[in-house]
């Protein structure tokens, strides 16, 4: 399978965002998918995360509220809605497949990432 993350722009700072995830050559209907954001000089950091069935896990309250992810396993689809954007939201985010049983918050549990899209938030 392989991910590409999409719906990156620049905004100012209250818009709303839609990145989507697509899956391309096999489906990942059975993985959690999750999404990542890497800041310039900063580590990639985990931001939320759809599990095979639904469920949800969301970084902290700093983006739980404002950030929702959901799955369309028949689009081969994952989707994160941002909303009430802020400046520090700024980074590459990624989506990225976790086929086996590592870490979920952490990056080395994830065994498949596609290619990242900007999002910058201005103030």
């Known amino acids: 399978v392989q991910l590409q993350a999409s719906g990156g722009g620049l905004v100012q700072a209250g818009d709303s965002l839609r990145l989507t995830c697509t899956g391309t050559?096999?489906?990942?209907?059975?993985?959690?998918v999750g999404w990542f954001r890497q800041a310039p000089g900063k580590a990639r950091e985990f931001v939320a995360s759809?599990?095979?069935?639904?469920?949800?896990?969301y970084r902290d309250d700093s983006v739980k509220g404002r950030f929702a992810t959901s799955r369309e396993n028949a689009k081969n689809q994952v989707y994160l809605q941002m909303n009430e954007l802020k400046p520090e939201d700024t980074a590459v985010y990624y989506c990225?497949?976790?086929?086996?049983?590592?870490?979920?918050?952490?990056?080395?549990?994830?065994?498949?990432w596609g290619q990242g899209t900007q999002v910058t938030v201005s103030s």
């Open positions: 990225a497949l976790r086929q086996g049983t590592g870490f979920e918050y952490s990056t080395t549990g994830y065994d498949t």
């Open positions: 050559g096999g489906t990942f209907s059975r993985y959690t």
């Open positions: 759809v599990r095979w069935n639904g469920g949800t896990i």
